[in-house]
């Protein structure tokens, strides 16, 4: 199935949950009381939507796994992954997590990027359309920035004569809103 195949499928299967009011439940469940969705059962309904979009077999671990992703607000690395997904919860095999994240990425559900201490962190945001990354240099953490066709033509218009790109990537190191304020 080709990436474009694949965007299309995942669009298909979100356009109900995306579709639904803002803290509204899926489809065939109850909305908790006060009608709003906890941050969770979005997730959840979001992972399950996105996972059977690319046609694939909904797994215990591939969803808990991209639920975590999707309520992240920073690129994550295997073990802070792993300590979110069992947090309170049955503990998930080392080398299930592993797959399930390469499997992920493979898919288009997911994105990789390695940090400079050759960790990688991996985050739901679409790999689809080109976005830098920012990585503070005094917690360490990585984030998504914002997709910009802007930062991939300026960053091919450097390419010299005759080269061609596959994938553009660019990290921003600097501090984070957290860490700036101690400076």
Known sequence: MSRAHQRESIE??????????????PAGKPAPPGGLADPVSQAQARARAMIRGVGARLTGPRLRVLSELLRADQALTH?????????????????????????????????????????FRFSAQSTETPHGHFRCVQCGRMYCLGASADLER??????????????VEVTVSGLCADCAPAH
Request: charged share 30%; proline share 4%; aromatic share 4%.
């Open 12 to 25: 298909r299967g979100l356009a109900g949950v995306q579709a639904a009011p803002a803290g509204a439940e």
């Open 154 to 167: 300026s960053v091919l218009a450097t390419l010299p004569d005759g080269f061609t790109e596959q994938r």
């Open 79 to 119: 073990l802070d992954l792993q300590r979110r997904v069992e947090d309170g919860a049955e503990a998930i095999d080392r080398v299930t997590l592993y797959r399930v994240l390469d499997w992920l990425a493979d898919n288009g559900l997911a994105h990789r990027v390695a940090g400079p201490d050759r960790v």
